[in-house]
């Protein structure tokens, strides 16, 4: 066993390097007057902690990206939710020898590069797409970039979660529908009874799967909004302050730490309603 724990070493160091020090780097500018960093000139002796940029919380243009991105990932996941289950429901229920060449047909999409795909539905939903080239019909959505940043949401995230609620479903014993039609319930009822409760754990980790990336990535709302402010969200928000700017460290780092919270919070909820792990693939 001690010959397998040191081959945990090289994994340890680069969790280190490249996750600690970054998180260490981040608490220090979160709560610290140092506005830049400099790795040739920088000095711990010129560090003064300060609690000053707790007021960064309050700033008006974080707030509304905050919210944006809430109301655009909640809406995404609702969509998510009321597509993926029936796809789920109808893959592990189908008699189908080969049913795992249907849930093939959306994890072939995420083999892809994920930039390329976010722009391939981008294009889809503008004005000179491959539908109006070719049916010569237009699902021309630019001038609505709020709805067109949740639907490219929707359809990218949409299979994860597919795959927890599938794998909850298939993991059912059937005797479960059997008992449940000898007690004289229908399909609805032993939906709502039956298959519905059961299936919850796979619905929440699916919602969380969603939620998190959606609310807090930043690719989507570039490519889609082009950088539009008006459709700014939390993620791009952080993004312009490490990437554009060298004095905007602290504002960028604070964010940051609120986003890192609210996400391990949700993985504790994770881990909380599955503690089993019986969403995993």
């Not at 944006?68 to 592990?92: E, V």
């Not at 609505?144 to 299979?159: A, D, H, N, R």
């Not at 302050?241 to 993985?267: A, C, D, E």
Request: charge should be positive; include cysteine; hydrophobic fraction near 50%.
């Amino acid at each position: 066993m001690t010959r397998f724990k040191k081959m945990s070493i090289p994994y340890i160091v680069w969790m280190i390097i490249f996750t600690g020090i970054p998180l260490l780097l981040m608490v220090l500018f979160a709560f610290s007057t140092v506005e830049s960093f400099n790795i040739y000139t920088f000095d711990f002796a010129d560090i003064k902690f300060s609690a000053t940029n707790l007021q960064n919380l309050v700033e008006p243009v974080f707030i509304r990206a905050f919210l944006r991105s809430m109301l655009y990932a909640s809406i995404a996941t609702i969509l998510c939710l009321l597509i993926g289950y029936p796809i789920a429901y109808f893959i592990s229920r189908s008699k189908l020898k080969n049913k795992y060449l249907l849930l093939l047909i959306f994890v072939m999409p995420m083999w892809t590069n994920m930039l390329l795909r976010i722009q391939t539905i981008n294009n889809l939903l503008g004005e000179n797409s491959f539908f109006t080239n070719v049916f010569n019909f237009t699902l021309d959505l630019s001038e609505m970039k709020g709805l067109k940043i949740i639907l490219v949401m929707t359809l990218v995230y949409l299979p994860f979660m597919i795959f927890p609620i599938y794998t909850v479903l298939e993991k059912m014993d059937n005797s479960l529908f059997e008992a449940s039609n000898d007690l004289g319930a229908g399909h609805i009822k032993t939906f709502f009874k039956v298959t519905l409760p059961i299936s919850s754990k796979g619905i929440m980790s699916g919602i969380m799967m969603v939620f998190l990336p959606a609310a807090m990535g930043f690719t989507i709302p570039t490519i889609v909004a082009k950088g539009d402010p008006r459709y700014s969200m939390v993620g791009l928000l952080i993004e312009r302050q490490f990437k554009n700017s060298t004095t905007f460290f602290n504002r960028g780092s604070m964010w940051s730490l609120i986003i890192i919270i609210f996400v391990l919070g949700s993985l504790y909820i994770i881990s909380k309603i599955d503690e089993d792990g019986e969403t995993i693939l």
